[in-house]
T-cell receptor, first 112, second 114 residues
Framework: DAKTTQPTSMDCAEGRAANLPCNHS???????VYWYRQIHSQGPQYIIH???NNETNEMASLIITEDRKSSTLILPHATLRDTAVYYC?????????????FGKGTKLTVNP | NAGVMQNPRHLVRRRGQEARLRCSPM?????VYWYRQLPEEGLKFMVY????????ESGMPKERFSAEFPKEGPSILRIQQVVRGDSAAYFC????????????FGDGTRLSIL
């Protein structure tokens, strides 16, 4: 079972920031937080991952709370092409399974 | 810089036939993973392979399914004697050898069983 909890769906206006929350209250000290998204009928796309520090790349920012029990993925200027299902996944850094355990994710709809 | 390549994109088989799905990892990636997505469901892990070795097959059905990643050539997911319930999208992902490297996915093979 997935170790994360996400809202089922969210809406966002085009051009505005999309903030997608994720709870991972049972996360262990050696587990990373990964974010992927799946646009309809395509393969999952890697977005970003982090351990405890906030991370930013060309696609998004990842904000992890100090206690690491939750995180937020931020798409700074959402476009219609960002409409997708977003998955938050925790994964061990080493010594654990390499597999990704996908939950149901958040269906983000970006509206014009 | 080519991504993960899967072929065929669509595959139609009749019940009882064999299905072979191929996956070429990204350049420089030595780890391969297979996932299955049944209609209207989430992705489920099937198997994790390194060159010539199966590392974790905890998600593979006990019968009819097998996977390999030979020293040369693509990874193959083989389904023998297919049944209607095998209809799904099968995704392959690859990653570099170092831990904490993200998995990058292909666009999948849609398998339909008549």
């Amino acid at each position: 079972d997935a170790k994360t909890t996400q809202p089922t769906s969210m809406d966002c206006a085009e051009g505005r920031a999309a903030n997608l929350p994720c709870n991972h209250s049972t996360i262990s000290g050696n587990e990373y937080v990964y974010w992927y998204r799946q646009i309809h009928s395509q393969g999952p796309q890697y977005i970003i991952h982090g351990l405890k520090n906030n991370e930013t790349n060309e696609m998004a920012s990842l904000i992890i709370t100090e206690d690491r029990k939750s995180s937020t993925l931020i798409l700074p200027h959402a476009t219609l092409r960002d409409t997708a299902v977003y998955y938050c996944i925790v994964r061990p850094t080493q010594g654990g399974s390499e597999k990704l355990v996908f939950g149901k994710g958040t269906k983000l709809t970006v509206n014009p | 810089n080519a991504g993960v390549m899967q072929n065929p994109r669509h595959l139609v088989r009749r019940r009882g036939q064999e299905a072979r799905l191929r996956c070429s990892p990204m350049k420089g990636h030595s780890h391969v993973y297979w996932y299955r997505q049944l209609p209207e469901e989430g992705l489920k892990f099937m198997v994790y392979l390194q060159k010539e070795n199966i590392i974790d097959e905890s998600g593979m059905p006990k019968e009819r399914f097998s996977a390999e990643f030979p020293k040369e050539g693509p990874s193959i997911l083989r389904i023998q004697q297919v049944v209607r319930g095998d209809s799904a999208a099968y995704f392959c992902a690859s990653s570099q050898a170092h831990s904490n490297q993200p998995q990058h996915f292909g666009d999948g093979t849609r398998l339909s069983i008549l």
